[in-house]
Nanobody
Framework: QVQLVESGGGLVQPGGSLRLSCADS????????IGWFRQAPGKGREWVSC???????HYAASVKGRFSISRDNSKNAVYLPMNSLKPEEQAVYSC?????????????????WGQGTQVTVSS
């Protein structure tokens, strides 16, 4: 059973950085695709980035060049360092796993979700 736990959220000033983590204590995440999503109050969920089981990475146009997704298989975790954060990027960030077709991660259905971590961008 996949049980994803996000961490690393918090309060950061505009232009600042945070690194989000997505981990699972039991399920090997290197066999699945992991996606990061965000949802701001009153808005729909937005796809941010993802990494396939083979290590291919993809980014939404709005974060490309500022966010960087990576895996650390020794820690069974996926990370999302976020730089140059903007106030409009304040949201709950969640990671999700695709176990059915892990060679893909864009435009596919994710079957396990974490609870999310709050990112607040404010001065």
């Amino acid at each position: 059973q996949v049980q994803l736990v996000e961490s690393g959220g918090g309060l950061v000033q505009p232009g600042g950085s945070l690194r989000l983590s997505c981990a699972d204590s039991g399920f090997a995440l290197d066999h699945v695709a992991i996606g990061w999503f965000r949802q701001a109050p009153g808005k729909g969920r937005e796809w941010v980035s993802c990494i396939t089981s083979e290590g291919s990475t993809h980014y939404a146009a709005s974060v490309k060049g500022r966010f960087s997704i990576s895996r650390d298989n020794s820690k069974n975790a996926v990370y999302l360092p976020m730089n140059s954060l903007k106030p409009e990027e304040q949201a709950v960030y969640s990671c999700a796993a695709n176990t059915v077709a892990p060679q893909f991660c864009v435009g596919i259905r994710y079957d396990y979700w974490g609870q999310g971590t709050q990112v607040t961008v404010s001065s």
